[in-house]
C-alpha cells in the first residue's frame, strides 16, 4: 500500500502539514470570536464614570439575561464570570479575555495520526477499524482507538457532510393497504384518584386510523381484549396480521417472561372458509 509505505518511512506530507496549520488557525479565530464576544458583554460596565453600586447593577442585569455566543448557542453566566473577565481586562487588556490555548501533549503520536490520515485518503471507503488493524499489523503495537480516529478523520474533513457523504436515510416500514396490518400498543396515562392508568389502542399501520381504544386501571389481557373486541366489532372484519407490542410480565396469562422484557405477539391471520379458527397466540422477542 503506496500510503502505508510513505507513512512507514517517515510520513510528512504537505498535505497533512498544511491541514494541521489550518486547525490552529480555526482555532485561533474561535477563540478571538469568543475573546470579542466577552469583551462585548462585560463593555457596558467598563465605564469609568460608573460607581460601584451602579456598575454591580448593571452586572447583576447582564447575568441575568439570555446571551448567544459566536457559535449561535444561547448561554447564560453568573455574576462571578462576568466579574473575573472585568478584573482581567483591567489588568492586561483584551488579550486577557482571548482562551488560551491547550498546552497538554497529544498522547498519541504525530507521525500515527498523519499515517492514520493517509491511509484514509488513499481508500475513502475504509473505515476506522480497518485503519486500526492496518496500523495493528504494520507497526506491531497498539494503534489509536476507533473514536481518535473517528475525530481524526472529522476533523480533518475526510468524513461527513465536508467529505461529500450523504446522510443515511432508512425507510418507513407501512402496510400498503388499509386493513393489512393492526398495531396495538399499551401507553402509561396520568393518574386518577391516585391509581395508575393505561391507555390501549389499535391502529391501522397503512391510514394510522385509531381502530379500537380503551383505557384501563392495569396493563394485562384483560383491558387489552377489550379495546380490542369494539375495533373488531366496529370494522366489520378481521385484519389480514396484527402486532401487539408490551411488557409481558404485566400482561399474565401470556407470555410469563422475565420482568421488564419485551416482546411482540403475532396473531395468525384469519383462516380461510371451512377450516378451525386458530387461537395461538405466538410470543416472540421484540
Not at 498544511?18 to 470579542?36: I, M
Not at 471507503?125 to 494503534?143: E, H, K, N
Not at 391509581?195 to 386510523?209: E, G, I, M, N, V
Request: contains cysteine; aromatic residues 6%; proline residues 8%.
Amino acid at each position: 500500500m503506496t500510503a502505508l509505505a510513505t507513512g512507514l518511512g517517515g510520513i510528512a506530507s504537505g498535505e497533512g502539514v498544511s491541514a494541521v496549520l489550518g486547525e490552529d488557525e480555526k482555532r485561533r479565530a474561535r477563540a478571538q470570536a469568543v475573546g470579542l464576544f466577552r469583551y462585548q458583554l462585560i463593555c457596558p460596565a467598563l465605564d469609568q464614570g460608573l460607581s460601584t453600586k451602579a456598575r454591580g447593577r448593571l452586572v447583576r442585569q447582564i447575568a441575568s439575561g439570555e446571551h448567544t455566543d459566536p457559535f449561535g448557542t444561547p448561554v447564560r453566566y453568573s455574576r462571578d464570570t462576568l466579574d473575573r473577565w472585568i478584573r482581567r481586562y483591567r489588568a492586561g487588556g483584551f488579550v486577557e479575555l482571548v482562551p488560551s490555548p491547550r498546552t497538554c501533549v497529544p498522547r498519541t503520536d504525530t507521525a500515527v495520526l498523519e499515517m492514520a490520515a493517509a491511509l484514509k485518503r488513499e481508500n475513502p471507503a475504509r473505515t476506522a477499524a480497518q485503519v486500526g488493524r492496518i496500523l495493528r499489523t504494520a507497526t506491531g503495537w497498539a494503534p489509536p482507538s476507533e473514536s481518535t480516529l473517528l475525530r481524526l478523520f472529522h476533523r480533518l474533513e475526510l468524513i461527513g457532510p465536508a467529505a461529500g457523504d450523504a446522510p443515511v436515510v432508512f425507510g418507513r416500514f407501512e402496510a400498503a393497504n388499509p386493513n393489512d396490518r393492526w398495531t396495538g400498543d399499551a401507553l402509561h396515562g396520568p393518574r386518577i384518584g391516585g391509581r395508575k392508568t393505561y391507555l390501549f389502542a389499535f391502529l391501522d399501520d397503512h391510514s394510522r386510523l385509531v381502530c379500537g381504544y380503551r383505557f384501563g386501571f392495569a396493563e394485562d389481557a384483560v383491558r387489552l381484549g377489550a379495546a380490542l373486541q369494539p375495533a373488531l366489532a366496529a370494522r366489520g372484519s378481521r385484519p389480514a396480521s396484527m402486532s401487539i407490542t408490551g411488557r409481558p410480565s404485566s400482561m399474565p396469562g401470556c407470555c410469563g417472561r422475565a420482568r421488564n422484557s419485551a416482546c411482540a405477539w403475532s396473531i395468525p391471520p384469519a383462516p380461510p372458509p371451512g377450516q378451525r379458527q386458530d387461537r395461538t397466540v405466538l410470543p416472540h422477542r421484540a
